[in-house]
């Protein structure tokens, strides 16, 4: 098997159809799809790169990107993405850990991703389609694309196995160093088969692009999602609430993280009549808030489909297609996922009890590369992956994330589980969002500390949130301190950083 393989016995009959289509209204076919592809693979055939060899790219995202992951893929090799906004330091661990043979970076991160990966025995630097100074003289460096040109745009995809690695990707590490989470073929291809099916993909589906491709919801759930179907896609470089007002009106998918649902909102263009095509739209990365989903709702008529996944095991529950979506829950388990929650001694959780979130299925990664300790005391004596995650299952079988397991937070010996202080804030007047934290205490060990965002004009007092609280929840539970801010700290996945907050309000 070959993940690319897989994909192209589903590419349309006719391969001169619309591939994909960018904002600036250039057009792409399937054929250039493959052919595209071939002429890469071709010239990473002809490195001699060591069998398994890691090929990492932080590269700006674009259709030739998505031909450069295509092409690795198809070549054998294992893809590493890496997020654009990564600074020198973070880029010299991950060359250091993961030790690609090739890297491809835009041209002003050149020179010094030059100097760190030559020296860490990667045998070639590309960038992808510019040519920086200094470095087109090398004969193992230049651009990947100019170089590409001159090679055959047939290429015999390579057969690999099941448990061959297709990619690995760096956790985001919002706790801690990050680590490589190994995903193989089969890992891709068994979730994609499920996300096909269980979100009812249809033959005439336009798929609009608007996450990144460095991470797996815009890589392995939607641009898989639309060559899995063998779909058109509308790829913009960016999320930008305008280009997707845009282009909304022929598309039928939209996937996005809960700040694009929004922003969307928050643009008054955004109207129901742009979603009259629309079949699907699809939510998850971090958690949508219930006042969102409703707003939506009630803008456009859809309802977000909210779905539970990570980078070590791709998607592992989904609201359902058909049938009721709850907000606040991520659905039941994928068909084939095995999902259960567990209390601190393993046993299993009655519906209602909060525990540690466990998965097991087809879908879930082989370890974190050159961490077998670390991979080991992530995975239970049965086979479970402890996902870290913290939840509990309703009497419908549907799962709700209270939050990390490393963000639960122990005051004076009792548990507080953020999700929950969080939701009784947002539900108060005046109050858009908020971020509960634990932070060091003399005598409490950590205390509660809320970080909240007052909607547009309100003016919010800390005393009376605090007394509002106390009203409906045990003393303990009740924040110490509350602070106002104007937003809360995300990353580009649209993560709430408490690690930051933590830092911050630490003092
Ligand atoms: P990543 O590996 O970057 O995709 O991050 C995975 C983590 O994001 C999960 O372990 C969850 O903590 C969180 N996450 C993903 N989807 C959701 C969701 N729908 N609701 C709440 N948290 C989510």
Not at 98 to 121: D, E, H, L, M, Y
Not at 122 to 129: K, N
Not at 156 to 161: A, D, K, Q
Not at 397 to 408: C, E, N, P
Request: proline content about 5%.
């Amino acid at each position: 098997m070959n993940l690319y393989a897989i994909f192209r016995a589903r590419f349309p009959a006719d391969l001169d159809n619309c591939w994909l289509e960018t904002s600036h209204g250039l057009y792409y076919s399937w054929r250039d799809l493959e052919r595209g592809s071939a002429k890469i693979a071709n010239l990473f055939a002809s490195l001699n790169l060591p069998a398994g060899a890691r090929i990492a790219a932080q590269v700006e995202k674009s259709p030739e990107a998505l031909m450069l992951y295509l092409a690795t893929v198809r070549a054998g090799f294992v893809y590493l993405p890496l997020n654009t906004a990564y600074r020198a330091g973070e880029m010299a661990y991950f060359i250091e850990n993961a030790s690609p043979s090739v890297v491809v970076c835009s041209p002003k991160n050149f020179g010094w991703i030059a100097q760190t990966a030559f020296a860490r025995g990667t045998s070639h630097i590309f960038t992808l389609d510019e040519i920086s100074p200094g470095s087109n003289q090398n004969r193992n460096s230049g651009s990947l694309l100019s170089r590409a040109v001159y090679f055959s745009d047939t290429f015999e995809t390579v057969h690999r196995h099941a448990d061959d690695l297709a990619a690995i990707l760096y956790t985001s590490g919002t706790t801690g160093r990050s680590k490589g989470a190994m995903l193989t073929h089969g890992n891709l291809a068994s979730n994609i088969a499920v996300l096909h099916d269980v979100w009812h993909w249809q033959k005439n589906d336009v798929l609009l692009h608007a996450l990144p491709l460095f991470h797996i919801h815009g890589l392995f759930v939607a641009a898989h999602g639309a060559l899995y179907n063998g779909s058109k896609m509308i790829f913009l470089s960016k999320f930008d609430s305008a280009e997707v007002i845009r282009h909304l009106p022929r598309c039928t998918v939209f996937m996005g993280v809960p700040t694009y649902y929004v922003r969307l909102l928050a643009d008054q263009s955004f109207k129901r009549d742009l979603c009259k095509n629309m079949r699907l739209f699809v939510s998850g990365s971090a958690p949508l808030l219930a006042d969102t989903f409703a707003q939506f709702a009630e803008r456009t008529g859809h309802t977000i489909l909210e779905r539970y996944g990570m980078s070590e095991t791709a998607m592992l529950t989904s609201n359902p297609y058909e049938g009721e979506r709850k907000p606040g829950t991520v659905g039941p388990a994928l068909p084939g996922v095995s999902v259960r929650v567990v209390d601190s001694d393993g046993a299993a959780c009655g519906s209602g009890m909060v525990g540690e979130i466990q998965v097991k299925g087809p879908n879930v990664f082989q370890g974190y590369w050159q961490m077998p300790d670390k991979t080991a005391e992530e995975f239970t004596r049965d086979g479970y992956f402890n996902t870290g995650d913290v939840g509990f299952f309703d009497d419908d079988g549907y799962l709700s994330i209270v939050g990390r397991s490393k963000d639960l937070i122990i005051t004076g010996g009792y548990n507080v589980y953020p999700k929950e202080i969080e939701s009784l804030i947002d539900e108060l007047p005046g109050v858009m969002e908020s971020a509960v934290i634990g932070i060091p205490h003399p005598d409490f060990g950590e205390a509660v500390v809320a970080i909240v965002v007052a909607r547009s004009g309100a003016i919010l007092v800390e005393q009376d949130i605090i007394h509002a609280l106390k009203n409906s929840i045990a003393n303990f539970k009740v924040p110490k301190r509350v602070h106002v801010v104007n937003e809360l700290p995300r990353n580009t996945m649209g993560k709430v950083q408490k690690n930051l907050l933590r830092e911050q309000f630490s003092a």
